[in-house]
């Protein structure tokens, strides 16, 4: 009675054991694939941050345009003085 009890409760162990071994390779998986999503979202946030850098420097070449006058040499519509 003794040994089967033991057999039991060792097959149980060898069970909980088994699933921590899953659980752990699932975990792994879902860390690998969270690596490389963070890793394409790293690459698209630094070009985006390189897209702004580039809107902003048209702006504001633009908005300098306007200061001097932004006719582009064009005085159709404006009076010359």
Avoid: P, Y
Avoid at 19 to 47: C, F, G, P, W, Y
Avoid at 59 to 79: P, Q, Y
């Amino acid at each position: 009675m003794r040994q089967e009890s033991i057999e039991n409760r060792l097959s149980r162990h060898d069970r909980e054991l088994n699933d921590i071994r899953s659980v752990i390779k699932e975990s792994m998986k879902l860390h690998a694939a969270s690596e490389r999503r963070m890793t394409r979202l790293e690459a698209n946030i630094e070009r985006l941050e390189r897209a702004q850098a580039k809107t902003e420097a048209t702006l504001e070449r633009f908005i300098r345009s306007l200061e001097r006058g932004g006719a582009n040499g064009h005085t159709k519509g404006r009076r010359v003085e």
